[in-house]
Nanobody, 121 residues
Framework: QVQLVEAGGGSVQAGESLRLSCAIS????????MGWFRQAPGKEREGVAV???????DYADSVKGRFTISKDNAKNTLYLQMNSLKPEDSAMYYC???????????????WGQGTQVTVSS
């Protein structure tokens, strides 16, 4: 089993920054990708960012240039640095890993419980 625990969410003003973290433990697969997803009330879940085992990354168009995904393999921790936050970034944010890893559709094998991000204007 794989466990993922997110942290770092909160309430901020537009233009501010937050850094989310995701601690991953258990029988992890070093060849699996890791990703961040979000879901706002009444909306479908969307992929935010993914990082592949080789370190390559991909982002949703809506966050390109503002968000950065990274990982610390030594700490088994995934991060999402979010800058220049906008009210439309408000959502529950989830980290996920595989296998499988189906980006950006979101068919990932393991999910965290989520952390809430609220951005006010």
């Amino acid at each position: 089993q794989v466990q993922l625990v997110e942290a770092g969410g909160g309430s901020v003003q537009a233009g501010e920054s937050l850094r989310l973290s995701c601690a991953i433990s258990g029988h992890t697969d070093s060849n699996a990708c890791m990703g961040w997803f979000r879901q706002a009330p009444g909306k479908e879940r969307e992929g935010v960012a993914v990082i592949e085992p080789d370190g390559s990354t991909d982002y949703a168009d809506s966050v390109k240039g503002r968000f950065t995904i990274s990982k610390d393999n030594a700490k088994n921790t995934l991060y999402l640095q979010m800058n220049s936050l906008k009210p439309e970034d408000s959502a529950m944010y989830y980290c996920a890993t595989g296998p499988p890893c189906n980006w950006p559709e979101g068919f990932f094998g393991y999910w965290g419980q989520g952390t809430q991000v609220t951005v006010s204007s």
